[in-house]
């Protein structure tokens, strides 16, 4: 592969060397960079066991980074071309990444094996030695009595389950034991409903349908066909693993004081809750709640977050769009035109990209490979930061048959398209590449369409929340594009938007300001106001749905110009004052409208009880006052007169006297 050392010095002002057998023979080139104490990039992935293993023989302070330049750009037919990339390659792998925080999930090896007849017991049978083994039939027919019970045999059906490794518990209908004195066939006795197990493993070969969400992604759950021999055989060796102490990555970071799902028992935004495909996500009172066991890591919900509640950590958004940063401004720095990002996976993108440089034509020159932990975790956020800093498309690489639901992703592609297309920058830009062929994927790239690239790229470095960044990528988006139209119509969902106010429903009773998580919608301490900041509005919905006149409609969109402007006032109007003091207090409106209900409908404030009504036109301190000092509750019925004794009497003696005739 050739090596453009000019396009790569003007990016890589450090000391740079250049060997061709760096693992072999010229070893001790390797060596003396790390006994500099320096940081150190090798611009090679394939041997970098070899080169790690030295790095802690040495126990050198130097940070070692890996790249690969070899298949992401030096083998292709576009070598010659490759230099800027290269460039920006080795650039953006200097990015720190700062360490993930780690899950401990516990096995002990207690093992629940569902499934029907002799199949579920052979494989309990295999596995006893190495796991502490129930099996569960479901359904079992004539199964014959084993000679010695070396595990126990239970029957029932699984209603439901839930947890993870090293959690599990499921529910059991018609739950039996069977009789010690079965002799053709286990005969169990009489089988109650409601039971309750709780393993560790769950091996389910019931060939029905799966017991959680997204069954093949749950920890510590293990399904297979019984009738293929294969899959039985992956399950057996699978589960006789599954004992110790297992670390998965946290994927998720959750700030529950961001989250906008719920307030008063009125649910707003269900975004994370609608994609999550595993269930890890919950209602919890005001947020929801993520089970960091459970999850699988998709990040969807943290792409569809609209207030950076749900965070991605692996890495956190702030980190990823650094590095994007630098390589894309590496790539202009280097000489390089029309960047296209291309981001990917490592279990399915990373070996297309090296299949393509192997047996096929390679990447495009221009195309700069970006590996993530998971496609789906890319939110409108990194797509609008890419075409800030400079970049003339974004491809997402994914299988043709995703392992996650893109439901999420389609969203995102959306929202971004709608945003980059209206700005200028071209229609078409921001795609999703469905593949597993290699040679398909070349031809997708080659018949990309490459959009106007800013001529005033952003330079801002990304740091902090989520949410943060969603609005200064957007602004510096907008500075950047080459129509920085004002107002961009979004579809409903969208993490941006402003709100329709029906002022003559509106009360300003205020429900929706108390409602709103993110301060959006405020008033004002000294006058009888509704104001609004589209800036900081999430379009979670709560203030719609909380409004008791419903006066509130979202809009989805992106108003720069309100973004900039001060508060705007919604609704303003004069307060009453107290009839008896003169204070100010409520709205004009609204009292006035009650008192007119009150006269003409509600007997306790017409005809005797008209006086009543007063009441309600005082403060809260004039009212106290009043129903003190006259001795009576405004609320409650007239007494009828009280009869005594001698009423009764005198009212029959006068009618002696005046008989009725």
Known sequence: ????????????????????????????????????????????????????????????????????????????????AAGPKTAALIAAAAED??????????????????GRGDAAIEVGRRLTDRLD?????????????????????????????????????????????????????????VPHNGAVSTCDLVLDLSGGSPMFPAHELRPGYLRADPRDRAAVEKLI????????????????????????????????????????????????????????????????????????????ALPAADVLMRRLRTLVQAYRKAGGINAVVLLHDGDHGAPLIDALARFGDGLPANVLPVQVNEVTQIGP????????????????????????????????????????????????LVRIIQTDDPDQFRAMLDAAPVGVATQKPATFVPRGAKRGLLETTFR?????????????????????GGVSLNVESCTLCHSCVTACPSGALSDNPDRAMLRFTESICVQCGLCEATCPEDAITLQPRLDFQAWNAPKRVLKEEDPFHCIGCGKPFGTKSA???????????????????ARRIDVVKMCEDCRVEAVVNESFDPHAVPRPPTVTTEDYLRAREAGKANPIK
């Open 133 to 189: 083994v129930t099996v569960l039939l479901t359904e079992p027919g004539d199964v014959t009595p084993r000679y010695s019970n070396e595990f126990p045999i239970r029957k029932g059906s699984v209603r439901n389950g839930r947890g993870h490794l090293g959690q599990f518990e499921l529910t059991i209908d018609d739950y039996a034991f069977p009789a010690p004195s079965s002799r053709r066939r286990l005969e169990f006795g």
């Open 476 to 496: 510096e988006l907008h500075l950047a594009a080459p129509v920085p139209v004002d107002i961009v119509a979004l579809a409903p969902g969208a993490p941006f």
């Open 591 to 609: 009292i006035e409208r009650v008192v007119a209900k009150l006269e003409e409908k509600h007997w306790m404030f017409t005809g005797a009880n």
């Open 1 to 80: 592969m050739p090596l453009d050392a000019p396009a790569i010095g003007r990016v890589c002002t450090g000391q740079i060397t250049q060997a061709d057998q760096l693992c072999g023979l010229e070893i001790d080139r390797f060596k003396a960079a790390l006994a500099e104490g320096i940081p150190v990039t090798v611009a090679c992935t394939q041997e970098a066991p070899l080169f790690r293993e030295l790095a802690e023989d040495l126990v050198t302070s130097s940070a070692l980074t890996f790249v690969n330049i070899r298949e992401a750009a030096g083998w292709s037919k576009n070598a010659a």
């Open 381 to 428: 956020e990194a797509v609008a930061a890419l075409f800030a800093y400079g970049a003339a498309g974004v491809t997402l690489l994914t299988r043709a048959k995703p392992r996650h639901d893109p439901l999420s992703l389609l969203r995102v592609v959306e929202t971004s398209e709608t945003i980059v297309a209206a700005l200028g920058f071209g229609d078409g």
């Open 97 to 114: 990444s700062p360490p993930v925080a780690m899950v401990t999930l516990e096995s002990n090896g207690v093992a629940l094996i569902y």
């Open 237 to 312: 060796l699978d589960a006789g693993h599954l004992v110790g102490t297992f670390d998965k990555p946290r994927f998720i970071e959750l700030d529950e004081s961001l989250c906008a799902h719920s307030r008063s028992g009125i649910t707003g935004c269900t975004r994370c809750l609608d994609l999550c495909p595993t269930g890890a996500i919950t209602p919890n009172g005001n947020a929801v709640t993520i089970d960091p066991a459970v999850c699988a890591g998709c990040g969807a919900c943290a792409a569809a977050c609209p207030t950076g509640a749900a965070s991605y």
